[in-house]
């Protein structure tokens, strides 16, 4: 069904996107990715599809258009069953268009609006790594005068900065699944396996409203983060490194644990990593540059030390690794485009340091901070040392 309303105000900030839009010289957005979709309907999720996207020889594929300049003439292209959403309220674009049945018909669907609305077309922003082929292929047919590329840079500026409401939900995802962890460590075993133990930390997040989204998990002296038949003995040494989703805001952090008690030695690996995390969190502050983050830190780094030991700080909100971007040599390939820029008031950051030690095993911590004014907060800070399993 197709509809046209008075357009509510946009949950976001027009004026910002406005102007990125112009300094790259778009004329209007194809939004798909559902995440970017969330944040531009504020909030909204599809609950049909919120976990596929699969639906007979297609998929699901949302569409917001965004003309720049003219929010009262964005239109936001679903499916049939959307129209349920709709009759509560759930959008403020002034066109929606809830027919689509799969990614070619949506595309069809999308340019049908925009030559509806005389909305003007010389060079379009779609996210390349969120379109489907066929979706694409439909736009040179639709707009052969127009020239097309890539707007992901766009929407992660907009989103760099995060609202009271966003910073609230990192921190109930940061503080759920940190729970969600120590809880876990106090219910492992000797004997019980790397699946019994992730499974287990399922349940505990699933039980506090998380998504479950992963776990890297290791035992003993082994640096596999893999879950596995594994089984865990006295004295073994565990790391979960686990992404929980709140609202479609990601808790990623990684806390230790060890059945029976920590030897010196693994007092004072645990106290050196703990030591880069809080010379990481040191500089950071409104109008810091990214760089001081890494500087603070490669005194700590530059040691000799048996095995290896990284640090990596990265962006993190409704997608790990989103800006600002820092590094561009961690493990996620982008360019470090933020490095070299003053950090801002409510930006979100991941600090993380691993020791692969050959003998010891893996060891690491991974905090998530936001950037104050002055400083920053740490979302889900607790659990911080060697966890004891099992009550031991």
């Keep these: 069904m197709t509809a046209s309303r008075t357009a509510a105000m946009p949950p976001f900030d027009t004026a910002l996107l406005d102007r990125l839009m112009q300094e790259r010289g778009l004329d209007v957005l194809l939004v798909s990715s559902k995440h970017n979709v969330q944040y531009l309907l504020g909030g909204y999720r599809f609950f049909m599809f919120d976990y596929m996207d699969a639906t007979g020889l297609s998929r699901y594929l949302p569409i917001l258009v965004y003309p720049k300049g003219r929010p009262d003439l964005a ?28 990614s070619v018909d949506s595309m069809q669907y999308c340019l049908e609006r925009m030559a509806a609305s005389g909305i003007p077309v010389s060079s379009v922003g779609v996210e390349l790594g969120f379109l489907p082929a ?32 966003e910073l609230d939900d990192l921190r109930q995802a940061s503080e759920r699944v940190v729970d969600a962890m120590v809880a876990t460590f106090s219910r492992i075993e000797p004997g019980q396996t790397k699946h019994d133990i992730v499974e287990i930390l399922r349940r505990e997040e ?30 073994d040494i565990v790391s979960l490194d686990s992404g929980g989703n709140y609202r479609g805001y990601i808790g990623d952090l990684c806390r230790m644990g ?54 990596v700080a990265h962006g993190m909100g409704l997608v790990s690794h989103e800006a600002p971007r820092l590094l561009d040599d961690g493990p996620i390939p982008y360019p470090a485009t933020h490095r070299g820029l003053a950090l801002e008031t409510g930006m979100v950051l991941s600090i993380e340091t691993t020791w692969q030690h050959p003998r010891l095993g893996f060891i690491k911590l991974e905090d998530t901070v936001a950037v104050t004014a002055d400083g920053c907060e740490a979302f889900g800070d607790a659990g911080r040392g060697w966890n004891r399993c099992g009550g031991r």
């Design 206 to 235: 699933v039980q506090r409203d998380l998504v479950f989204e992963y776990c890297l998990i290791t035992a003993g002296n082994s640096l596999n983060r893999a879950p596995s038949d594994q089984r865990l003995q006295e004295g």
């Design 75 to 102: 239109a936001y292209i679903g499916n049939p069953n959307e129209g349920y959403e709709r009759d509560l309220g759930r959008f403020w674009p002034g066109t929606l268009d809830l027919k689509a049945r799969g």
């Design 258 to 311: 060890i059945l029976g008690r920590p030897s010196p030695e693994l007092d004072d690996a645990l106290a050196i990593i703990e030591e880069i995390q809080q010379a990481a969190r040191r500089p950071i502050r409104s109008g810091a540059i990214g760089h001081d983050i890494f500087a603070a830190t490669a005194p700590f780094l530059s040691d000799k030390r048996v095995g290896r030991m990284s640090f």
């Design 134 to 165: 066929d979706a694409f292929q439909v736009l040179p047919a639709g707009l052969p005068h127009a020239d097309i590329s890539d707007c992901v840079e766009i929407l992660e500026s907009l989103r760099a900065v995060k609202t009271s409401a």
